[in-house]
C-alpha cells in the first residue's frame, strides 16, 4: 500500500479501501480535489470495495474533472460501478469523477482481498450440499484457512462453512449441507481471517457477495419415518417438479441441526430405509 504526499504531488496507489463512506466524504476525493490544481496527483491501482464515494467539497470549481482511472471497483458494471459515486452528475455543485477505464480485477500489487464468489449449485440453490470456492487477488498462507459464513442478518454468521480446504494459495473451497432448517431467503456470505504469503495482511472483512435459498417446493413433502427391526423407514409425498433428478436424506443429532447426508446416491423415489441408524437413539431427519 502507497500513499506519498508532499509539496505539489500527492500519490495514492495500490491500497484497499473497504467499505469507506456512507453519506461522509471519502478523504482522498478531498486531497484530490485540492492537488489537481497541480496536475501533480495520481489515484491508481487502488481497490475500492463495497464504498459510497463521494465527491466531496462543495462551491469549488466544480469544472474540475478528478481522475481516478485505473482503480478497481469490485465490479466490471459501470452502472454499477456509478451507483457508488456521488459527484457533478447527482449534485452541480460537486466535481466530476472520471473513474473509466476501470480495472477488471484487483491490482496484484495491492493488499489481497476476495475476487470472486463461486456456488455449486449456483443460486437459488435448494436443500443440498453446495460448494463455495472462494478466489483471491493474491498467493495466500495455506496455513491460515479463511473464517466463512452466511446469513440472512448481520453479522452474517448464523452458518459457518468449516468443512473447507485450500485448492491452491489462491483458491479456497468448502461446503454446507442446506437443509429446509437453514432457511430460505437472500443471504450474505462473510469472508475474513485469510493472510497473504508475503507480509501476512489479512484481507478486509468480506460482505459483498451473496445467493438466495429456496427450499419451499420441499416444504411439502410431509415426511413420515416409522422404525422396524435394523432400519428406520421413511416416507414423503413426491415432489412435482419437471426437472427434479431425486431426493437426498439428512440426519442429526439435534432437531435444529446439524443435519448431515446420509444417502450414498440420490433417492429417486417417495421413501427410503436408514439402515445406519444406531438402535434405541432418537435421530431426526
Known amino acids: 500500500a502507497n500513499t506519498v504526499m508532499g509539496?505539489?504531488?500527492?500519490?495514492?496507489?495500490n491500497n484497499v479501501f473497504n467499505k469507506i463512506g456512507g453519506g461522509s466524504s471519502w478523504q482522498c476525493s478531498a486531497i484530490a480535489i485540492q492537488y489537481k490544481l497541480t496536475e501533480d496527483y495520481e489515484i491508481s491501482g487502488n481497490g475500492l470495495l463495497d464504498n459510497a464515494l463521494d465527491a466531496g467539497v462543495r462551491d469549488i470549481d466544480h469544472a474540475i474533472t478528478i481522475n481516478m482511472t485505473n482503480n478497481y471497483w469490485g465490479s466490471t458494471d459501470p452502472l454499477e460501478i456509478s451507483d457508488h459515486i456521488f459527484d457533478f452528475y447527482d449534485d452541480f455543485q460537486r466535481p466530476e469523477?472520471?473513474?473509466?477505464?476501470?480495472?477488471?480485477?484487483?491490482?496484484?500489487n495491492a493488499p489481497p482481498v476476495v475476487f470472486d464468489v463461486n456456488l455449486n449449485p449456483s443460486s437459488p440453490v435448494g436443500a443440498e450440499t453446495v460448494t463455495f470456492t472462494l478466489t483471491f487477488s493474491r498467493a495466500m498462507d495455506t496455513n491460515i484457512p479463511p473464517t466463512v459464513?452466511?446469513?440472512?442478518?448481520?453479522?452474517?454468521t448464523q452458518?459457518?462453512?468449516?468443512?473447507?480446504?485450500?485448492?491452491?494459495?489462491?483458491?479456497?473451497?468448502?461446503?454446507?449441507?442446506?437443509?429446509?432448517?437453514?432457511?430460505?431467503?437472500?443471504?450474505?456470505?462473510?469472508?475474513?481471517g485469510a493472510k497473504d504469503t508475503d507480509i501476512g495482511f489479512e484481507i478486509p472483512v468480506d460482505t459483498r457477495f451473496g445467493f438466495e435459498i429456496d427450499t419451499a417446493g420441499l416444504s411439502g413433502v410431509n415426511l413420515q419415518a416409522s422404525g422396524?427391526?435394523?432400519?428406520?423407514?421413511?416416507?414423503?409425498n413426491p415432489v412435482d417438479e419437471p426437472d427434479?433428478?431425486?431426493?437426498?436424506?439428512?440426519?442429526?443429532?439435534?432437531?435444529?441441526?446439524p443435519f448431515?447426508?446420509?444417502?450414498?446416491?440420490?433417492?429417486?423415489?417417495?421413501?427410503?430405509?436408514d439402515y445406519t441408524a444406531p438402535p434405541g437413539i432418537t435421530k431426526y431427519y
Do not use: C
Not at 7 to 13: A, E, V
Not at 97 to 108: H, K, V
Open 7 to 13: 509539496p505539489g504531488r500527492l500519490r495514492i496507489i
Open 97 to 108: 469523477i472520471d473513474y473509466t477505464p476501470f480495472l477488471t480485477q484487483p491490482s496484484p
Open 159 to 192: 452458518h459457518m462453512v468449516t468443512d473447507g480446504n485450500w485448492v491452491d494459495p489462491n483458491m479456497w473451497q468448502g461446503t454446507y449441507p442446506i437443509t429446509l432448517f437453514t432457511g430460505d431467503g437472500l443471504q450474505t456470505i462473510r469472508v475474513s
Open 260 to 273: 448431515t447426508k446420509i444417502n450414498p446416491a440420490v433417492v429417486v423415489d417417495p421413501n427410503y430405509s
Open 149 to 156: 459464513s452466511f446469513g440472512a442478518s448481520e453479522p452474517y
Open 228 to 236: 422396524e427391526a435394523g432400519r428406520v423407514d421413511l416416507y414423503y
Open 244 to 257: 427434479l433428478a431425486g431426493y437426498n436424506i439428512y440426519r442429526s443429532d439435534l432437531s435444529g441441526g
